[in-house]
């Protein structure tokens, strides 16, 4: 099994910048790809960024040129660097991570999730 755990939400003003962290603990020579997902009230899980184990991105069309997936040298942490922040980023962010070593083409093929991180872009 593996563990995901979450780190670096919180409160910042719009315009401003925010890092998350992805900490992946337990069977991590399992996990490939991972992923930054995020929940918005009253709407669905959309995907943010993914990064596959050779470093290959994707990204929300929403993010592109603002917002920065990467991976640690163990490929056991993921962050996320957020910069110019917008009110409707205002959600609750989500790691995955999938054991097949394919980009999952959607959320059905993510195999672990963290409990998630709350990120208020308000002033």
């Known amino acids: 099994q593996v563990q995901l755990m979450e780190s670096g939400g919180g409160l910042v003003q719009p315009g401003g910048s925010l890092s998350l962290s992805c900490a992946a603990s337990g069977s991590t020579f399992s996990i490939n790809p991972m992923a930054w997902y995020r929940q918005a009230p009253g709407k669905q899980r959309e995907l943010v960024a993914a990064?596959?184990?050779?470093?290959?991105?994707k990204y929300a069309h929403s993010v592109k040129g603002r917002f920065t997936i990467s991976r640690d040298r163990a490929k056991t942490t993921v962050y996320l660097q957020m910069n110019s922040l917008k009110p409707e980023a205002t959600a609750v962010y989500y790691c995955a991570a999938a054991r097949s070593p394919l980009l999952p083409v959607g959320i059905h093929e993510y195999d672990y999730w963290g409990q998630g991180t709350q990120v208020t872009v308000s002033s």
């Open positions: 990064i596959t184990s050779g470093g290959s991105t």
